[in-house]
């Protein structure tokens, strides 16, 4: 897949909008499943520049270069006879520092233009970093196993502490209405360059939960509610389990061709994909690992969604029944039904064929075709 054709996200300016542009060109992935009736594609998230690039090119095999200034999706070719491939969002959109203007407009069936509605009542409106962040969180999170920041690429754990601040306080609400136990693990990856010491995964990651505590109290004067200023633990670990499956700071070898990189690099290539198969089958235990036809479909919806409405989560139910809506009279219909049956079988009888032909209703048509 060439550079242009892997573009998924990114942002433009028409006279006084801002556009979400969505590109349909990757899809075309999603098709490459040997049986995207059954194969549930798996999304990784990556944030961040040129270490990221580097890293993404040696661990997964896909080429790409950096400073693109958008979303790029990408398959990692080595999982695509996997039960679930995984796809990488290349993220570095928040590196973009004033939206471009558009220069075509939609083409149906390649790009998408909506105009971000909800923009409008912002009299100031958003810089782009912002509402590049508002993307990850709100748009691509709900789709994701696993986000990766590297740390070194954003200003160091320090930055990346305040960007996951602002995420846990000013998104506080769901992204989604997918189940807790389904939401994406956050793995924060820095330089570590010492073969001769033993990374401390334990000792790093309490280091930076503590850096994220002190974000988020300097963030919001609202949680301040103790003398020393500092918010529980409980109150804490709630606010973060509430958005994120879990946290973890994990090394990235920084020294280029020695054996001690590569030995690291392959146990973090195996880290990382182990990390997002397990998120991937909590999401099958809840039956929202979705086949790779429903994936780019959802995406779309989604698309939709956060172009109109920027406070109410992205609900999969309602946008699974677009194409199949609830009949407006149906309350009519079960009237009608119950009319029809004794008291001594509205148990027995109405209520299973009743929660049968729900049920039933609820399947995409033709289904059981494919």
């Known amino acids: 897949m060439s550079r242009l054709d892997s573009i ?3 942002l433009r300016t028409r006279l006084n909008e801002v556009l979400l542009q969505e590109h349909h060109r990757p899809y075309a992935s999603f098709q490459e ?25 040696s661990l997964f095999s896909v080429e790409s270069k950096g400073g693109h200034n958008k979303v790029h999706l990408r398959l990692v ?56 962040n508002l993307i990850y969180r709100k748009l691509i999170s709900p789709f994701c196993t696993i986000i990766c920041l590297f740390s070194d690429d954003l200003g160091g754990t320090r930055a990346t502490a305040k960007l996951l601040a602002s995420w846990l ?19 924060i990856l820095k330089r570590w360059n010492d073969p001769s010491a033993t990374f401390d995964e334990k000792l790093a990651t309490i280091c930076f939960i503590q850096e994220l505590r002190q974000e ?18 409980t109150e804490f670990n709630s ?11 994990l090394a990235l070898p920084i020294q280029q061709g020695s054996l001690y990189e590569k030995s690291v690099q392959s146990q973090l290539r195996t880290r990382l994909l182990q990390e997002s198969e397990d998120m991937q089958n909590y999401r099958r235990i809840a039956k929202v690992a979705f086949s790779a036809n429903h994936f ?20 999969f139910v309602e946008a699974s029944r677009v194409p199949n809506p609830v009949p407006q009279d149906l309350s009519l219909h079960l009237i009608n039904f119950l009319k029809h049956i004794s008291q001594n079988l509205l148990m027995s009888f109405a209520v299973p064929v009743i929660a049968s032909a729900l049920s039933l209703d609820s399947y995409p048509p033709d289904m059981h075709s494919k």
């Open 296 to 315: 780019g479909t959802f995406i779309h919806s989604a698309c939709d969604h956060f172009a109109a409405d920027i406070l109410t989560p992205f609900s």
């Open 239 to 249: 606010l973060v389990e509430q958005q994120f499956g879990d946290i973890h700071v």
């Open 33 to 57: 499943c040997h049986f995207p009736y059954t194969q549930d594609p798996q999304m990784i998230m990556l944030i961040g520049g040129s270490l990221k690039t580097t890293f993404m090119n």
């Open 8 to 10: 998924w996200i990114d």
């Open 169 to 187: 306080i000013s998104l506080s609400n769901p992204s989604s209405d997918l189940p807790v136990s389904t939401y994406p693990r956050i793995l």
């Open 77 to 132: 070719p080595s999982t695509l006879k996997s039960q679930s491939p995984a796809f990488i969002a290349d993220c570095e959109l928040h590196n973009i520092r004033n939206f471009r203007k558009t220069i075509v407009g939609p083409v149906p069936g390649v790009i998408d233009q909506r105009s971000i509605r909800w923009l409008r009542n912002i009299p100031r409106g958003f810089d782009p970093n912002s509402l590049a």
């Open 216 to 233: 988020m109290d300097l963030r919001n004067m609202n949680f301040r509610k103790r003398a020393n200023g500092r918010m529980g633990d």
